[in-house]
């Protein structure tokens, strides 16, 4: 498989990451999470600030100053908490939106996220703008009358709001207005967007790992203490402000009024945000036919129920008269066809009707459990080394038939999450020496938990799991992606090592 360039070099930035943070701690692999931190220090630093801030075109000004030079050392500090997360959310959302973009997570059934993400992106921005305004400095005032101006060219407000402030009357009435916005209206707005977001897909965390919590906490608070967030002069609407420090992660589009007619950034904006929201579509992705479920073979545990990463599976009351209380049903709108259900269900054990067609609770149309299991066999007898590993894969991570050779024979899945874990038993007692288990970076999944599933299984910490039977000596899990195929060539290598080792121990107790 191909890998665009853009991906390509995407994954050489997360691998830069992962030698700095490791894969746990990796903020490339947590940005939505780390999005959402960086909101809650917004918010709880935005709650500190509202007590000592004057919310009056007479007051504001110097309540900010106060805090940022009389207690510079708990409000100030807030202030400059609440100005660097407010830049670094711009930055984690944008990284996460092209992060989902360049894994191609954003079209097909993922079309609910990607759209329902774009109005958090602006929201986030004017939520930024109406916070400049509060300080009503000097920059307050040239964001006071840029926004003006934009606001004037609709056709709603036609001129009412330039009167106002080019004329010197904003009025108290409006500040509290855009006060009411910043801190009340706009907040809650991104929090039921933000829930809308999230709200399709299962087992959603919001929390980043807490290390790496902590370390952009304490980046944020190293950077507040050096580099303190601080005011223009007063704003004065009689005379041009001379100087100005732009925050170009808020305040980008208000240059451009100098170019070009409040009408055109309007229209610019308003294809942009079109443009990026029919995504899923101009670029449309066919995902693969959706889990079936097999009544003969459910007896309505939910596993797969709790396994599936888009909450597409639900639990029924029971249709066929079968003596179990439930069933599960699948949506076909948001399946996303990652075979996870199949892994997780206990029916999909490859050591049931050996003989004849193996029939599982729920499965995948284009990779039976059934076809899986004959691929494996046709692996184990393919094989001519002295120690022969199984490797098994799926699509999104490396194509593992690149890893083809005498020894070794790759066994192709959707996700790694779709691998029962007694598949993994019957290779080893079939034949195979060594079982490794790739897929996509760890914490990388495409289907969100196949990686994550699969190691707990095989942990023993999550349902179905790899019984104490199978030797977990001669199981290895190593996730990589398309570009990591050295790496997991040299992983094969040191397995199989140790597998000649374990063989050779073995041999030496039989002959004692
Ligand atoms: C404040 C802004 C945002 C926050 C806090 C946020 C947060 C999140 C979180 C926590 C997830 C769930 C990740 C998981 O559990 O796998 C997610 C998923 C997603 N987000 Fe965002 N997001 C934001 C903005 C955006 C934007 C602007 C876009 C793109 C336009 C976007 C696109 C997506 C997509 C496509 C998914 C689904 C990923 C999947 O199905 O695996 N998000 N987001």
């Known amino acids: 498989m191909l890998v665009n360039p853009v991906k390509r070099a995407y994954l050489e930035l997360e691998s830069w990451f992962n030698l700095s943070f490791g894969t746990e701690w990796n903020p490339l692999y947590h940005l939505g999470t780390l999005s959402f931190f960086l909101f809650w220090v917004i918010l709880v630093t935005g709650i500190y600030l509202f007590i000592p801030f004057h919310g009056s075109l007479d007051g504001a000004h110097a309540s900010v100053e106060w805090m940022t030079h009389e207690q510079w050392y708990i409000a100030g500090v807030m202030r400059s908490l609440h100005r660097y997360a407010s830049d670094a959310v711009v930055i984690t959302v944008l990284l996460h939106m092209f992060k989902e973009f360049a894994s191609g997570r954003y079209r097909g059934f993922r079309w609910f996220s990607w759209v329902t993400g774009v109005p958090n992106l ?12 509060l300080v009503w400095d000097e920059l307050a005032q040239y964001v006071a ?25 904003m009025t108290d009435r409006f500040f509290i207005l855009i006060e009411f916005l910043h801190l009340l209206g706009q907040p809650l707005l991104l929090v039921f967007m933000l829930w809308i977001h999230v709200k399709r897909l299962s087992n959603v965390n919001i ?49 451009l009024l100098e170019y070009w007619p409040e009408i055109n950034i309007w229209i610019f904006t308003t294809i942009f945000s079109v443009f990026l929201m029919a995504m899923p579509w101009l670029l449309p992705k066919k995902d693969g036919p959706v889990a079936v479920v097999d009544l003969d073979h459910c007896n309505g545990c939910g596993i797969c129920f709790e396994d599936c990463p888009f909450d597409a599976i639900s639990m029924q009351a029971r249709s066929d008269g079968a003596k179990y209380e439930y069933e599960v049903a699948v949506d076909p709108a948001l399946c996303g066809a990652c075979g996870i259900c199949a892994g997780s269900c206990p029916s999909s054990n490859p050591f049931r009707s050996s003989s004849s067609e193996l029939k599982t609770g729920i499965d995948m149309p284009q990779l039976p459990v059934d076809e899986m299991r004959s691929e494996t066999r046709q692996a184990i007898d393919a094989m001519s080394g002295n120690i022969n590993i199984v490797v098994f894969g799926c699509e999104h991570g490396l194509n593992v038939n690149r890893l083809d050779s005498a020894d070794t024979k790759g066994v192709k899945l959707i996700c790694s999450g779709m691998l029962p874990p007694t598949l993994v038993e019957f290779a080893l007692k079939h034949g195979a020496d ?26 023993g910490q999550r349902k179905p799991a790899l019984r104490g039977r199978a030797d977990k000596n001669r199981i290895r899990i190593h996730g990589g992606a398309e570009t990591d195929k050295n ?26």
């Open 487 to 512: 790496e997991i060539e040299a992983d094969i290598t040191a397995f199989r090592e140790e597998l000649s080792r374990i063989k050779q121990l073995e041999a030496e107790a039989v002959e004692a």
């Open 122 to 133: 602006w929201m986030i921005i004017t939520l930024g703008i109406s916070g400049y305004w």
């Open 145 to 169: 009358i840029g926004s003006a101006r934009l606001m004037d060219a609709l056709p709603l407000l036609s001129g009412s709001m330039t009167r106002n402030f080019v004329s010197g009357q």
């Open 207 to 255: 929390n980043p790992p807490r290390g790496l919590a902590m370390g952009t906490f304490f980046a944020l608070c190293t950077l507040s203490l050096i580099k303190p967030a601080v005011s223009h002069a007063p704003a004065d609407l009689t005379s041009v402000p001379q100087v100005l420090h732009i925050d170009w992660f808020y305040l980008n589009v208000y240059p």
């Open 434 to 459: 060594g079982v490794m288990v790739t897929g996509c970076r760890h914490n990388d999944c495409y289907f969100r938990f196949g990686n994550r599933w699969t190691k707990l299984r095989f942990d």
